[in-house]
Each structure stands twice: as C-alpha cells, then as structure tokens.
C-alpha cells in the first residue's frame, strides 16, 4: 500500500509506504523520514506508531483523506497532511 501526501496547496509532498509489518513516511525522492508500526486498522483508518519518537502516532485516515498527528504533548489527533492519492 502507498499513501500519497500533500500540503494545503496542494503541493505532493511525500508518502506513507507499507514497508512489510510496518510503515515508513517518505519525502518526494523516497528517502525514509520515519518508520511506525501499524497498531490497529479500522473502518478506513491505520493507526500507526511512530518506532523511534516515543508518543508519536499517525493516523491515516483515508475516510476524510487527512493525516493526522498527536503526541505526549498533543493527544487530540490534529490534521498535518491531505492524502491525496491511495494505491
């Protein structure tokens, strides 16, 4: 699976790739930015875990096409990317 993101312009860029039990977000030219494991799916929704920034999690929310974020300091998901393509 390959998520595809963009910024609020519109601008792609990067992607969420399912990289074998797990995920890894990438920028444009395919370098891995960060690797979660995937907790839980649901209803059009990956729950990922961010492996190596302890409190950070990802939700793909491919329902309402966002990306959304929280950690320690912020629980409430709030939105950081649009998904605009799902392969």
């Known amino acids: 699976?390959?998520?595809e993101v963009c910024d609020n312009a519109g601008n792609v860029i990067g992607y969420f790739k399912k990289n074998?039990?797990?995920w890894v977000?990438?920028?444009l030219y395919g370098a891995t930015k960060f690797r979660f494991s995937e907790t839980r799916s649901d209803q059009g929704v990956i729950y990922l875990s961010?492996?190596?920034r302890q409190g950070v999690k990802i939700n793909l929310d491919l329902?309402?096409?966002e990306v959304l974020y929280s950690d320690r300091n912020n629980t409430t998901p709030?939105?950081?990317y649009i998904i605009?393509?799902?392969?």
């Open 20 to 22: 074998g039990n797990g």
């Open 50 to 52: 961010d492996k190596d």
């Open 84 to 87: 605009s393509k799902v392969k």
């Open 63 to 65: 329902t309402n096409k």
């Open 25 to 27: 977000e990438t920028d």
């Open 1 to 3: 699976s390959e998520v």
């Open 78 to 80: 709030f939105g950081i």
